[in-house]
């Protein structure tokens, strides 16, 4: 689904505002007409969740009536116009002038109605939604799941089965959209890398499914590309050769500006511009590959959560927190667990933020009927296919997941001590690879993958084209024990690799943490139990080439149904506090990612720890820089250089001249080369390899000059 736009042939009339609201706990509104007006409205702030504007709606999940009036500007006549609800959380139903329009189940993703020849012009109109966000078990997420682990341990208020507040309302904006009578209606962009060019591959729908001509404009740095478009049955397909691409990556995300246009006997009748990213992913051995280069995902599980806006659009709040990923040293994370918002998808691209974009099916399990189970499936299905339909032109997201913890019933069964059901696992295996299945079908240049409940069965993670897992031993086993969950972990990820033989992402790792408590030696719910976790996760991953992304949970601290294991009602792993305050473990990431030097005081405990400039993968250009600060006060003149050649992960120099040491990507004249493998390289700049012992075993290869070695020896 495209998003709306304003240009010179489509116009976009934003509702955001307040409206009229009132609550239906008896369901009475329908029948009594209250899509034409509300008995006793209040108002209230739209886009956000109502739980937490008003005293007496907090946890308030029943059907609630939102109206409000608005003209229909008279230049929209001739136009076809369509009414679009960003979010409404969980189901909706909307009337215009009081007809029924439709109605759409599943928060987080987007929906349209066209109200063309239902509009009324000169006078107000009516348009009324009601939602309602029953927590049911047959519903995607589900909740009040009768009987099993959760209704025996872990039973929350409201009673969910995930780890989040229900928040309801309409959470993202409400617009009015004109287009012409003939529209674009869909755009599809994939990109291949071609040697020095990029491909970009163009599939255009336009609304009258017939024939017609169009045309495709790339403009970017200097370049701009045209083709023509001959549309049959609606369709019509192009693609453009890019000389020497800018691509789109962590360092340089750089957009291209693709604007398509409908002609008709040479006039434009209809365009729409986007911007788009050259870029692939692909998983390659061990290895996920941005461009053809190893990366390593550094970044967070987060949530849509913030006081009073509860799920709803909070633009500074995007705005802050891509600056906080930024400061922290972070590339990445996942839209945990839904869609965020199409504003949040348009910042990554901008700011270079890959993304795992997650399906609403968070805490899925396949007890019950066959009914039950297919019902919830087809759900799964439609929404992830309004997923990929909504964000697949995103260069920021480079994969899919379909889901997050399916709950395996033997595990458990086997927790209370009950009769394990074979067939029940292969249910859930069956489930997940026919969503897996769809996401490769519908977007066949992303991988697909799912985040596997801590002890899921690995024939489960085999089906992800890369195994995420998440795991907190030593906060919900093995708590307090961080030597033994170090050892657990190291002997787990190993295990999983040696049957999977899939690069792994750690999706979850993390420990509750009350914003101010300490603790010396660490325990449990101290920020200084927090920073000690993270850092035995992350060591243990560093030993391990085949780990190729660490996601903490969380970003920030987050609402959450009340319950025992819930402060305040809140998850507390963040490393920032719910209105974005850093703990230390914040200060700890932003040392261990972007080589930074924490402002605050830290206990001699955490600060004297040995700070790993390049614990991954991509971290080597910023060890190469750190090498060249290094060099300051240094000169040579003529100017000499180090090449460093490293098997999957490119050529880099440091070149020493009249001003000190700097760092250049890419191939050149050198005085010696240092040639190794990405494996050694991590260990080499992480003080876990001798460069003399690696030089004398083979592992690290120099030619040219000798003295190279005594400087190797002396930067690291």
Not at 195 to 214: A, P, R
Not at 433 to 442: F, G, M
Not at 489 to 508: C, F, N, R, S, Y
Not at 635 to 645: E, L, R, W, Y
């Amino acid at each position: 689904m495209l998003y709306p736009q304003q240009n010179d042939v489509r116009d976009v009339l934003d509702l955001s505002g307040f409206w009229a609201f009132q609550l239906d706990p008896e369901e009475i509104g329908e029948r009594s007409g209250w899509f034409n007006g509300l008995p006793a409205p209040r108002m209230i702030a739209v886009p956000g969740s109502w739980n937490e504007q008003f005293q007496d709606t907090r946890d308030y999940l029943g059907l609630a009536w939102y109206l409000r009036e608005t003209y229909i500007p008279r230049g929209w006549r001739g136009q076809r116009i369509f009414l679009r609800v960003g979010s409404a959380n969980y189901a909706a139903k909307v009337w215009i002038n009081g007809t029924f329009l439709g109605e759409h189940q599943g928060g987080h993703l987007p929906f349209a109605f066209e109200i063309t020849d239902r509009v009324r012009w000169g006078e107000p109109n009516v348009i009324a939604i009601a939602v309602e966000n029953k927590l049911m078990s047959t519903r995607v997420p589900p909740g009040n799941v009768a009987g099993g682990i959760v209704d025996e341990f872990l039973r929350g208020y409201p009673s969910t089965n995930f780890d989040f507040f229900p928040y309801a309302g309409l959470h993202r904006p409400i617009v009015l959209y004109a287009v012409p009578p003939t529209h674009i209606e869909d755009v599809t962009v994939v990109t291949e890398i071609e040697g020095d060019n990029g491909l970009v591959s163009v599939t255009v729908v336009q609304s009258d499914g017939g024939g017609g001509e169009g045309r495709v404009i790339l403009r970017g740095e200097g370049v701009e590309l045209g083709a023509s478009l001959s549309f049959a049955e609606g369709v019509a397909r192009t693609t453009l050769r890019v000389p020497y691409t800018r691509l789109w990556s962590l360092n340089d995300p750089y957009l291209y500006e693709l604007t398509i246009l409908l002609t008709q006997g040479g006039q434009i009748i209809d365009r729409y511009t986007l911007d788009i990213g050259i870029r692939t992913i692909r998983v390659d051995g061990d290895r996920l590959l941005l461009n053809g280069q190893p990366i390593f995902l550094k970044g967070f599980g987060k949530h849509e959560d913030f006081p009073i806006h509860g799920r709803g659009l909070n633009m500074p709040l995007i705005v802050k927190d891509y600056a906080l990923l930024k400061w922290v040293g972070a590339n990445s994370y996942r839209t945990s667990h839904y869609p965020y918002s199409e504003e949040a998808m348009f910042m990554a691209d901008r700011e270079g933020i890959l993304i795992i974009d997650e399906t609403p099916a968070v805490g899925l399990f396949f007890e019950g009927g066959e009914r039950d189970v297919q019902e919830r499936l087809a759900l799964c299905k439609r929404q992830l296919g309004e997923l990929i339909a909504r964000d697949k032109n995103h260069p920021s997201v480079i994969m899919w997941s379909v889901a997050n913890e399916p709950v395996p019933s033997n595990m458990i069964r086997r927790f209370l001590g009950g009769d394990v059901d074979e067939d029940k696992d292969a249910l859930g295996a069956s489930f997940l690879a026919e969503l897996l299945n769809l996401a490769r079908e519908l977007d066949p240049s992303r991988p697909a993958v799912f985040a596997s409940l801590m002890g899921g069965p690995p024939e489960w993670m085999a089906l992800s084209d890369v195994v995420c897992i998440n795991l907190y031993w030593g906060w919900y086993a093995q708590g307090g024990q961080l030597d033994m969950a170090a050892e657990t972990l190291a002997h787990m990820l190993d295990g999983l690799h040696e049957q999977l033989g899939k690069p792994i992402i750690l999706t979850e790792f993390g420990a509750d943490t009350v914003a101010g408590l300490h603790s010396d030696p660490p325990e449990m719910w101290s920020e200084e139990y927090q920073v000690e976790m993270l850092r035995r996760y992350l060591d243990v991953a560093a030993e391990r080439p085949f780990i190729v992304g660490m996601h903490v949970w969380n970003f920030a601290d987050f609402k959450t149904p009340q319950s025992t294991r819930r402060v305040g009602g809140l998850n507390l792993k963040g490393v920032f506090t719910r209105d974005r305050r850093p703990k230390m473990a914040a200060h700890f990431l932003r040392e261990r990612w972007a080589g930074a030097e924490a402002v605050t005081r830290k206990p001699e405990s955490i600060s004297s720890a040995p700070r790993d400039v390049t614990d991954e993968a991509p971290d080597f250009m910023d060890a190469l820089q750190r090498m060249a600060r290094k060099l300051e006060g240094i000169s040579a003149d003529p100017p000499t250089s180090v090449k460093f050649d490293v098997k999957g992960l490119g050529v880099y120099r440091l070149i020493i001249g009249p001003e000190g040491g700097r760092v250049e990507q890419g191939d050149g004249e050198a005085a010696v080369t240092i040639s190794m493998d990405m494996e050694e390289a991590i260990k080499l700049f992480t003080g876990k390899s001798n460069p003399v012992a690696a030089v004398m075993t083979g592992k690290i290869k120099i030619s040219g000059e000798i003295k190279a070695l005594m400087l190797l020896q002396q930067l690291l």
